[in-house]
């Protein structure tokens, strides 16, 4: 993550099924707070229509793993979020109030791609199949928004 850090921005869209894309602008400021070990990502979101809104979280990596791929988000309001490192690209997926969260942060030479796909826990198609004796039990779940951005450094 030592890295990464810098500050981001660009434009992120949010899309929507059946209905119109929107989009707003998105910074990211990536500091070392202890090197190899732990860094602030501060988002702030800038929308004309809903006015900003600032995430600012603290990214550890987690001393229970010895592989230096496993780590936490700290939004330090007492949630935290498992989160991994594989290819240059940070990965989480949770569950918040009947809801699935999957994001991804992903390094892209001087650019950070940013995913976050959100979907709702139930109402999703649910299916099976038998092979050799063995049921394999499926639950889907319904996607109703995508947020994406490519965000370039700026410094």
Same mark, same amino acid.
């Given at each position: 993550?030592?890295?990464?850090?810098?500050?981001?921005?660009?434009?992120?869209?949010?899309?929507?099924?059946?209905?119109?894309?929107?989009?707003?602008?998105?910074?990211?400021?990536?500091?070392?707070?202890?090197?190899?070990?732990?860094?602030?990502?501060?988002?702030?979101?800038?929308?004309?229509?809903?006015?900003?809104?600032?995430?600012?979280? @603290?990214?550890?990596?987690?001393?229970?793993? !010895?592989?230096? +791929?496993?780590?936490?988000?700290?939004?330090? *309001?007492?949630? $935290? /979020?498992?989160?991994?490192?594989?290819?240059?690209?940070?990965?989480?997926?949770?569950?918040?109030?009947?809801?699935?969260?999957?994001?991804?942060?992903?390094?892209?030479?001087?650019?950070?791609?940013?995913?976050?796909?959100?979907? @709702?826990?139930?109402?999703?198609?649910?299916? !099976?199949?038998? +092979?050799?004796?063995?049921?394999?039990?499926? *639950?889907?779940? $319904? /996607?109703?928004?995508?947020?994406?951005?490519?965000?370039?450094?700026?410094?």
């Amino acid at each position: 993550m030592d890295t990464w850090v810098g500050h981001y921005e660009g434009k992120m869209y949010l899309e929507f099924p059946n209905s119109k894309k929107d989009s707003l602008f998105l910074s990211l400021d990536i500091i070392t707070l202890e090197e190899g070990k732990a860094w602030t990502q501060k988002f702030t979101y800038s929308s004309t229509k809903y006015g900003d809104m600032v995430k600012d979280y @603290k990214l550890v990596l987690n001393p229970e793993f !010895s592989d230096g +791929e496993h780590y936490f988000l700290d939004e330090q *309001n007492g949630i $935290l /979020i498992d989160e991994i490192m594989l290819h240059e690209t940070l990965l989480s997926h949770y569950e918040v109030q009947e809801n699935y969260y999957q994001t991804r942060l992903e390094k892209k030479g001087k650019q950070l791609y940013f995913e976050i796909v959100c979907s @709702k826990i139930e109402g999703g198609t649910k299916s !099976s199949a038998t +092979e050799n004796d063995e049921v394999f039990n499926v *639950n889907s779940s $319904l /996607i109703y928004t995508i947020q994406y951005s490519t965000l370039a450094k700026t410094n």
